[in-house]
């Protein structure tokens, strides 16, 4: 029932920047927590996540203090701001939506995107 497509992503330099976007389809997009994975070899790292409130977000370690998860509940959009990227950055990103952020957290994940490209370069 819920469709989420990313855009934004692409090739970037070491330092620079690059937002992500995903769109979601549905009338009841606020009620979900949403989050950003990235693929790692043989496994999807938990990047971040946000819930129904905008002070009310979480973060990886290896992310926390360069990226910034942000929603825009009236566009059905959520965002990952990615700033001072590291070429270890480079990944597919997907994003997400679950019942609630630490659900995200732990893999708990009700819907996927199909993932975008993030390549950093050195």
């Known amino acids: 029932q819920v469709q989420l497509v990313e855009s934004g992503g692409g090739l970037v330099q070491a330092g620079g920047s690059l937002r992500l976007s995903c769109a979601a389809s549905g009338r009841t997009f606020s009620t979900y927590a949403m989050g950003w994975f990235r693929q790692a070899p043989g496994k999807r790292e938990f990047v971040a996540a946000i819930n129904w409130s905008i002070g009310n977000t979480n973060y990886a370690d290896s992310v926390k203090g360069r990226f910034t998860i942000s929603r825009d509940n009236a566009k059905n959009t959520v965002y990952l701001q990615m700033n001072s990227l590291k070429p270890e950055d480079t990944a597919v990103y997907y994003c997400?939506?679950?019942?609630?952020?630490?659900?995200?957290?732990?893999?708990?994940?009700?819907?996927w995107g199909q993932g975008i490209q993030v390549t950093v370069s050195s």
């Open positions: 997400a939506a679950g019942a609630s952020v630490p659900a995200l957290q732990t893999g708990r994940v009700g819907y």
